[in-house]
């Protein structure tokens, strides 16, 4: 089975600041994806960012990048610059590829950009 | 184009009814997931449908169905409603690059 933790249930950061979100994995796969969502106020998920596990490189897109650690099974997410509009829950989520492609979220972090 | 939709947008039934929610994904997508979403918690996979056909189903009793149309719009019914079901359930319109695009959702309350 897989299983997604993200320990920080809550964070807060200053805008134009950086804040790092934490994500660990388990699963014996070797082949897989992960992925990082937001979800707004207004609830509706967004995907913010992937990475194929097969991939050395960290993915990034604009402001947001990760740091994905295959070996210890580790994928945070860092958004630099924050913005207001970037408060709201940050799901991490683990879906492999053979199968169901199935998604497995974690539990979420709620995150406050403060003005 | 449009995204994914989803109807109702909100629903309150009674403990006991049978309620339907429906979905409908991205133009060209052949997949659809639907997901439970507990408040405060992630959401939790339901089922997923390829082609109409049922490719992964995920830990939920047999009260949960679910069907896909050849339009590959979706329908996810829940029988013998418990307080427990209350919740928001999500669609996911599933992309050829395995990426998952969420509807709004149907805010379930089951009284």
């Known amino acids: 089975a897989q299983t997604v933790t993200q320990s920080q249930p809550e964070m807060s950061v200053q805008e134009a600041e950086t804040v790092t979100l934490s994500c660990t994995y388990d699963t014996s796969e070797n082949n897989y994806y992960l992925f990082w969502y937001k979800q707004p106020p207004s609830r509706q998920m967004i995907l913010v960012i992937r990475q194929e596990a097969y991939k050395q490189q960290n993915a990034t897109e604009n402001r947001f990048s990760v740091n994905f650690q295959k070996a210890a099974k580790s994928f945070s997410l860092k958004i630099s610059d924050s913005q207001l509009g970037d408060t709201a829950m940050y799901f991490c989520?683990?879906?492999?590829?053979?199968?169901?492609?199935?998604?497995?979220f974690g539990t979420g972090t709620s995150l406050t950009v403060i003005p | 184009d449009a995204g994914v939709t989803q109807s109702p947008t909100h629903l309150i039934k009674t403990r006991g009814q049978h309620v339907t929610l429906r979905c409908s994904p991205i133009s060209g997508h052949k997949s659809v997931s639907w997901y439970q979403q507990v408040l405060g918690q992630g959401p939790q996979f339901i089922f997923q449908?390829?082609?109409?056909?049922?490719?992964g189903r995920g830990n939920f009793p047999d009260r949960f169905s679910a069907r896909q149309f050849p339009n590959y719009s979706s329908e996810l019914n829940v029988n013998a409603l418990l307080l427990g079901d209350s919740a928001l359930y999500l669609c996911?319109?599933?992309?050829?690059?395995?990426?998952?695009?969420f509807g709004p959702g149907t805010r379930l309350t089951v009284t």
């Open positions: 449908y390829y082609e109409k056909e049922e490719r």
């Open positions: 996911a319109s599933v992309g050829a690059d395995y990426e998952q695009y």
């Open positions: 989520a683990f879906m492999k590829l053979l199968g169901s492609n199935q998604f497995y």
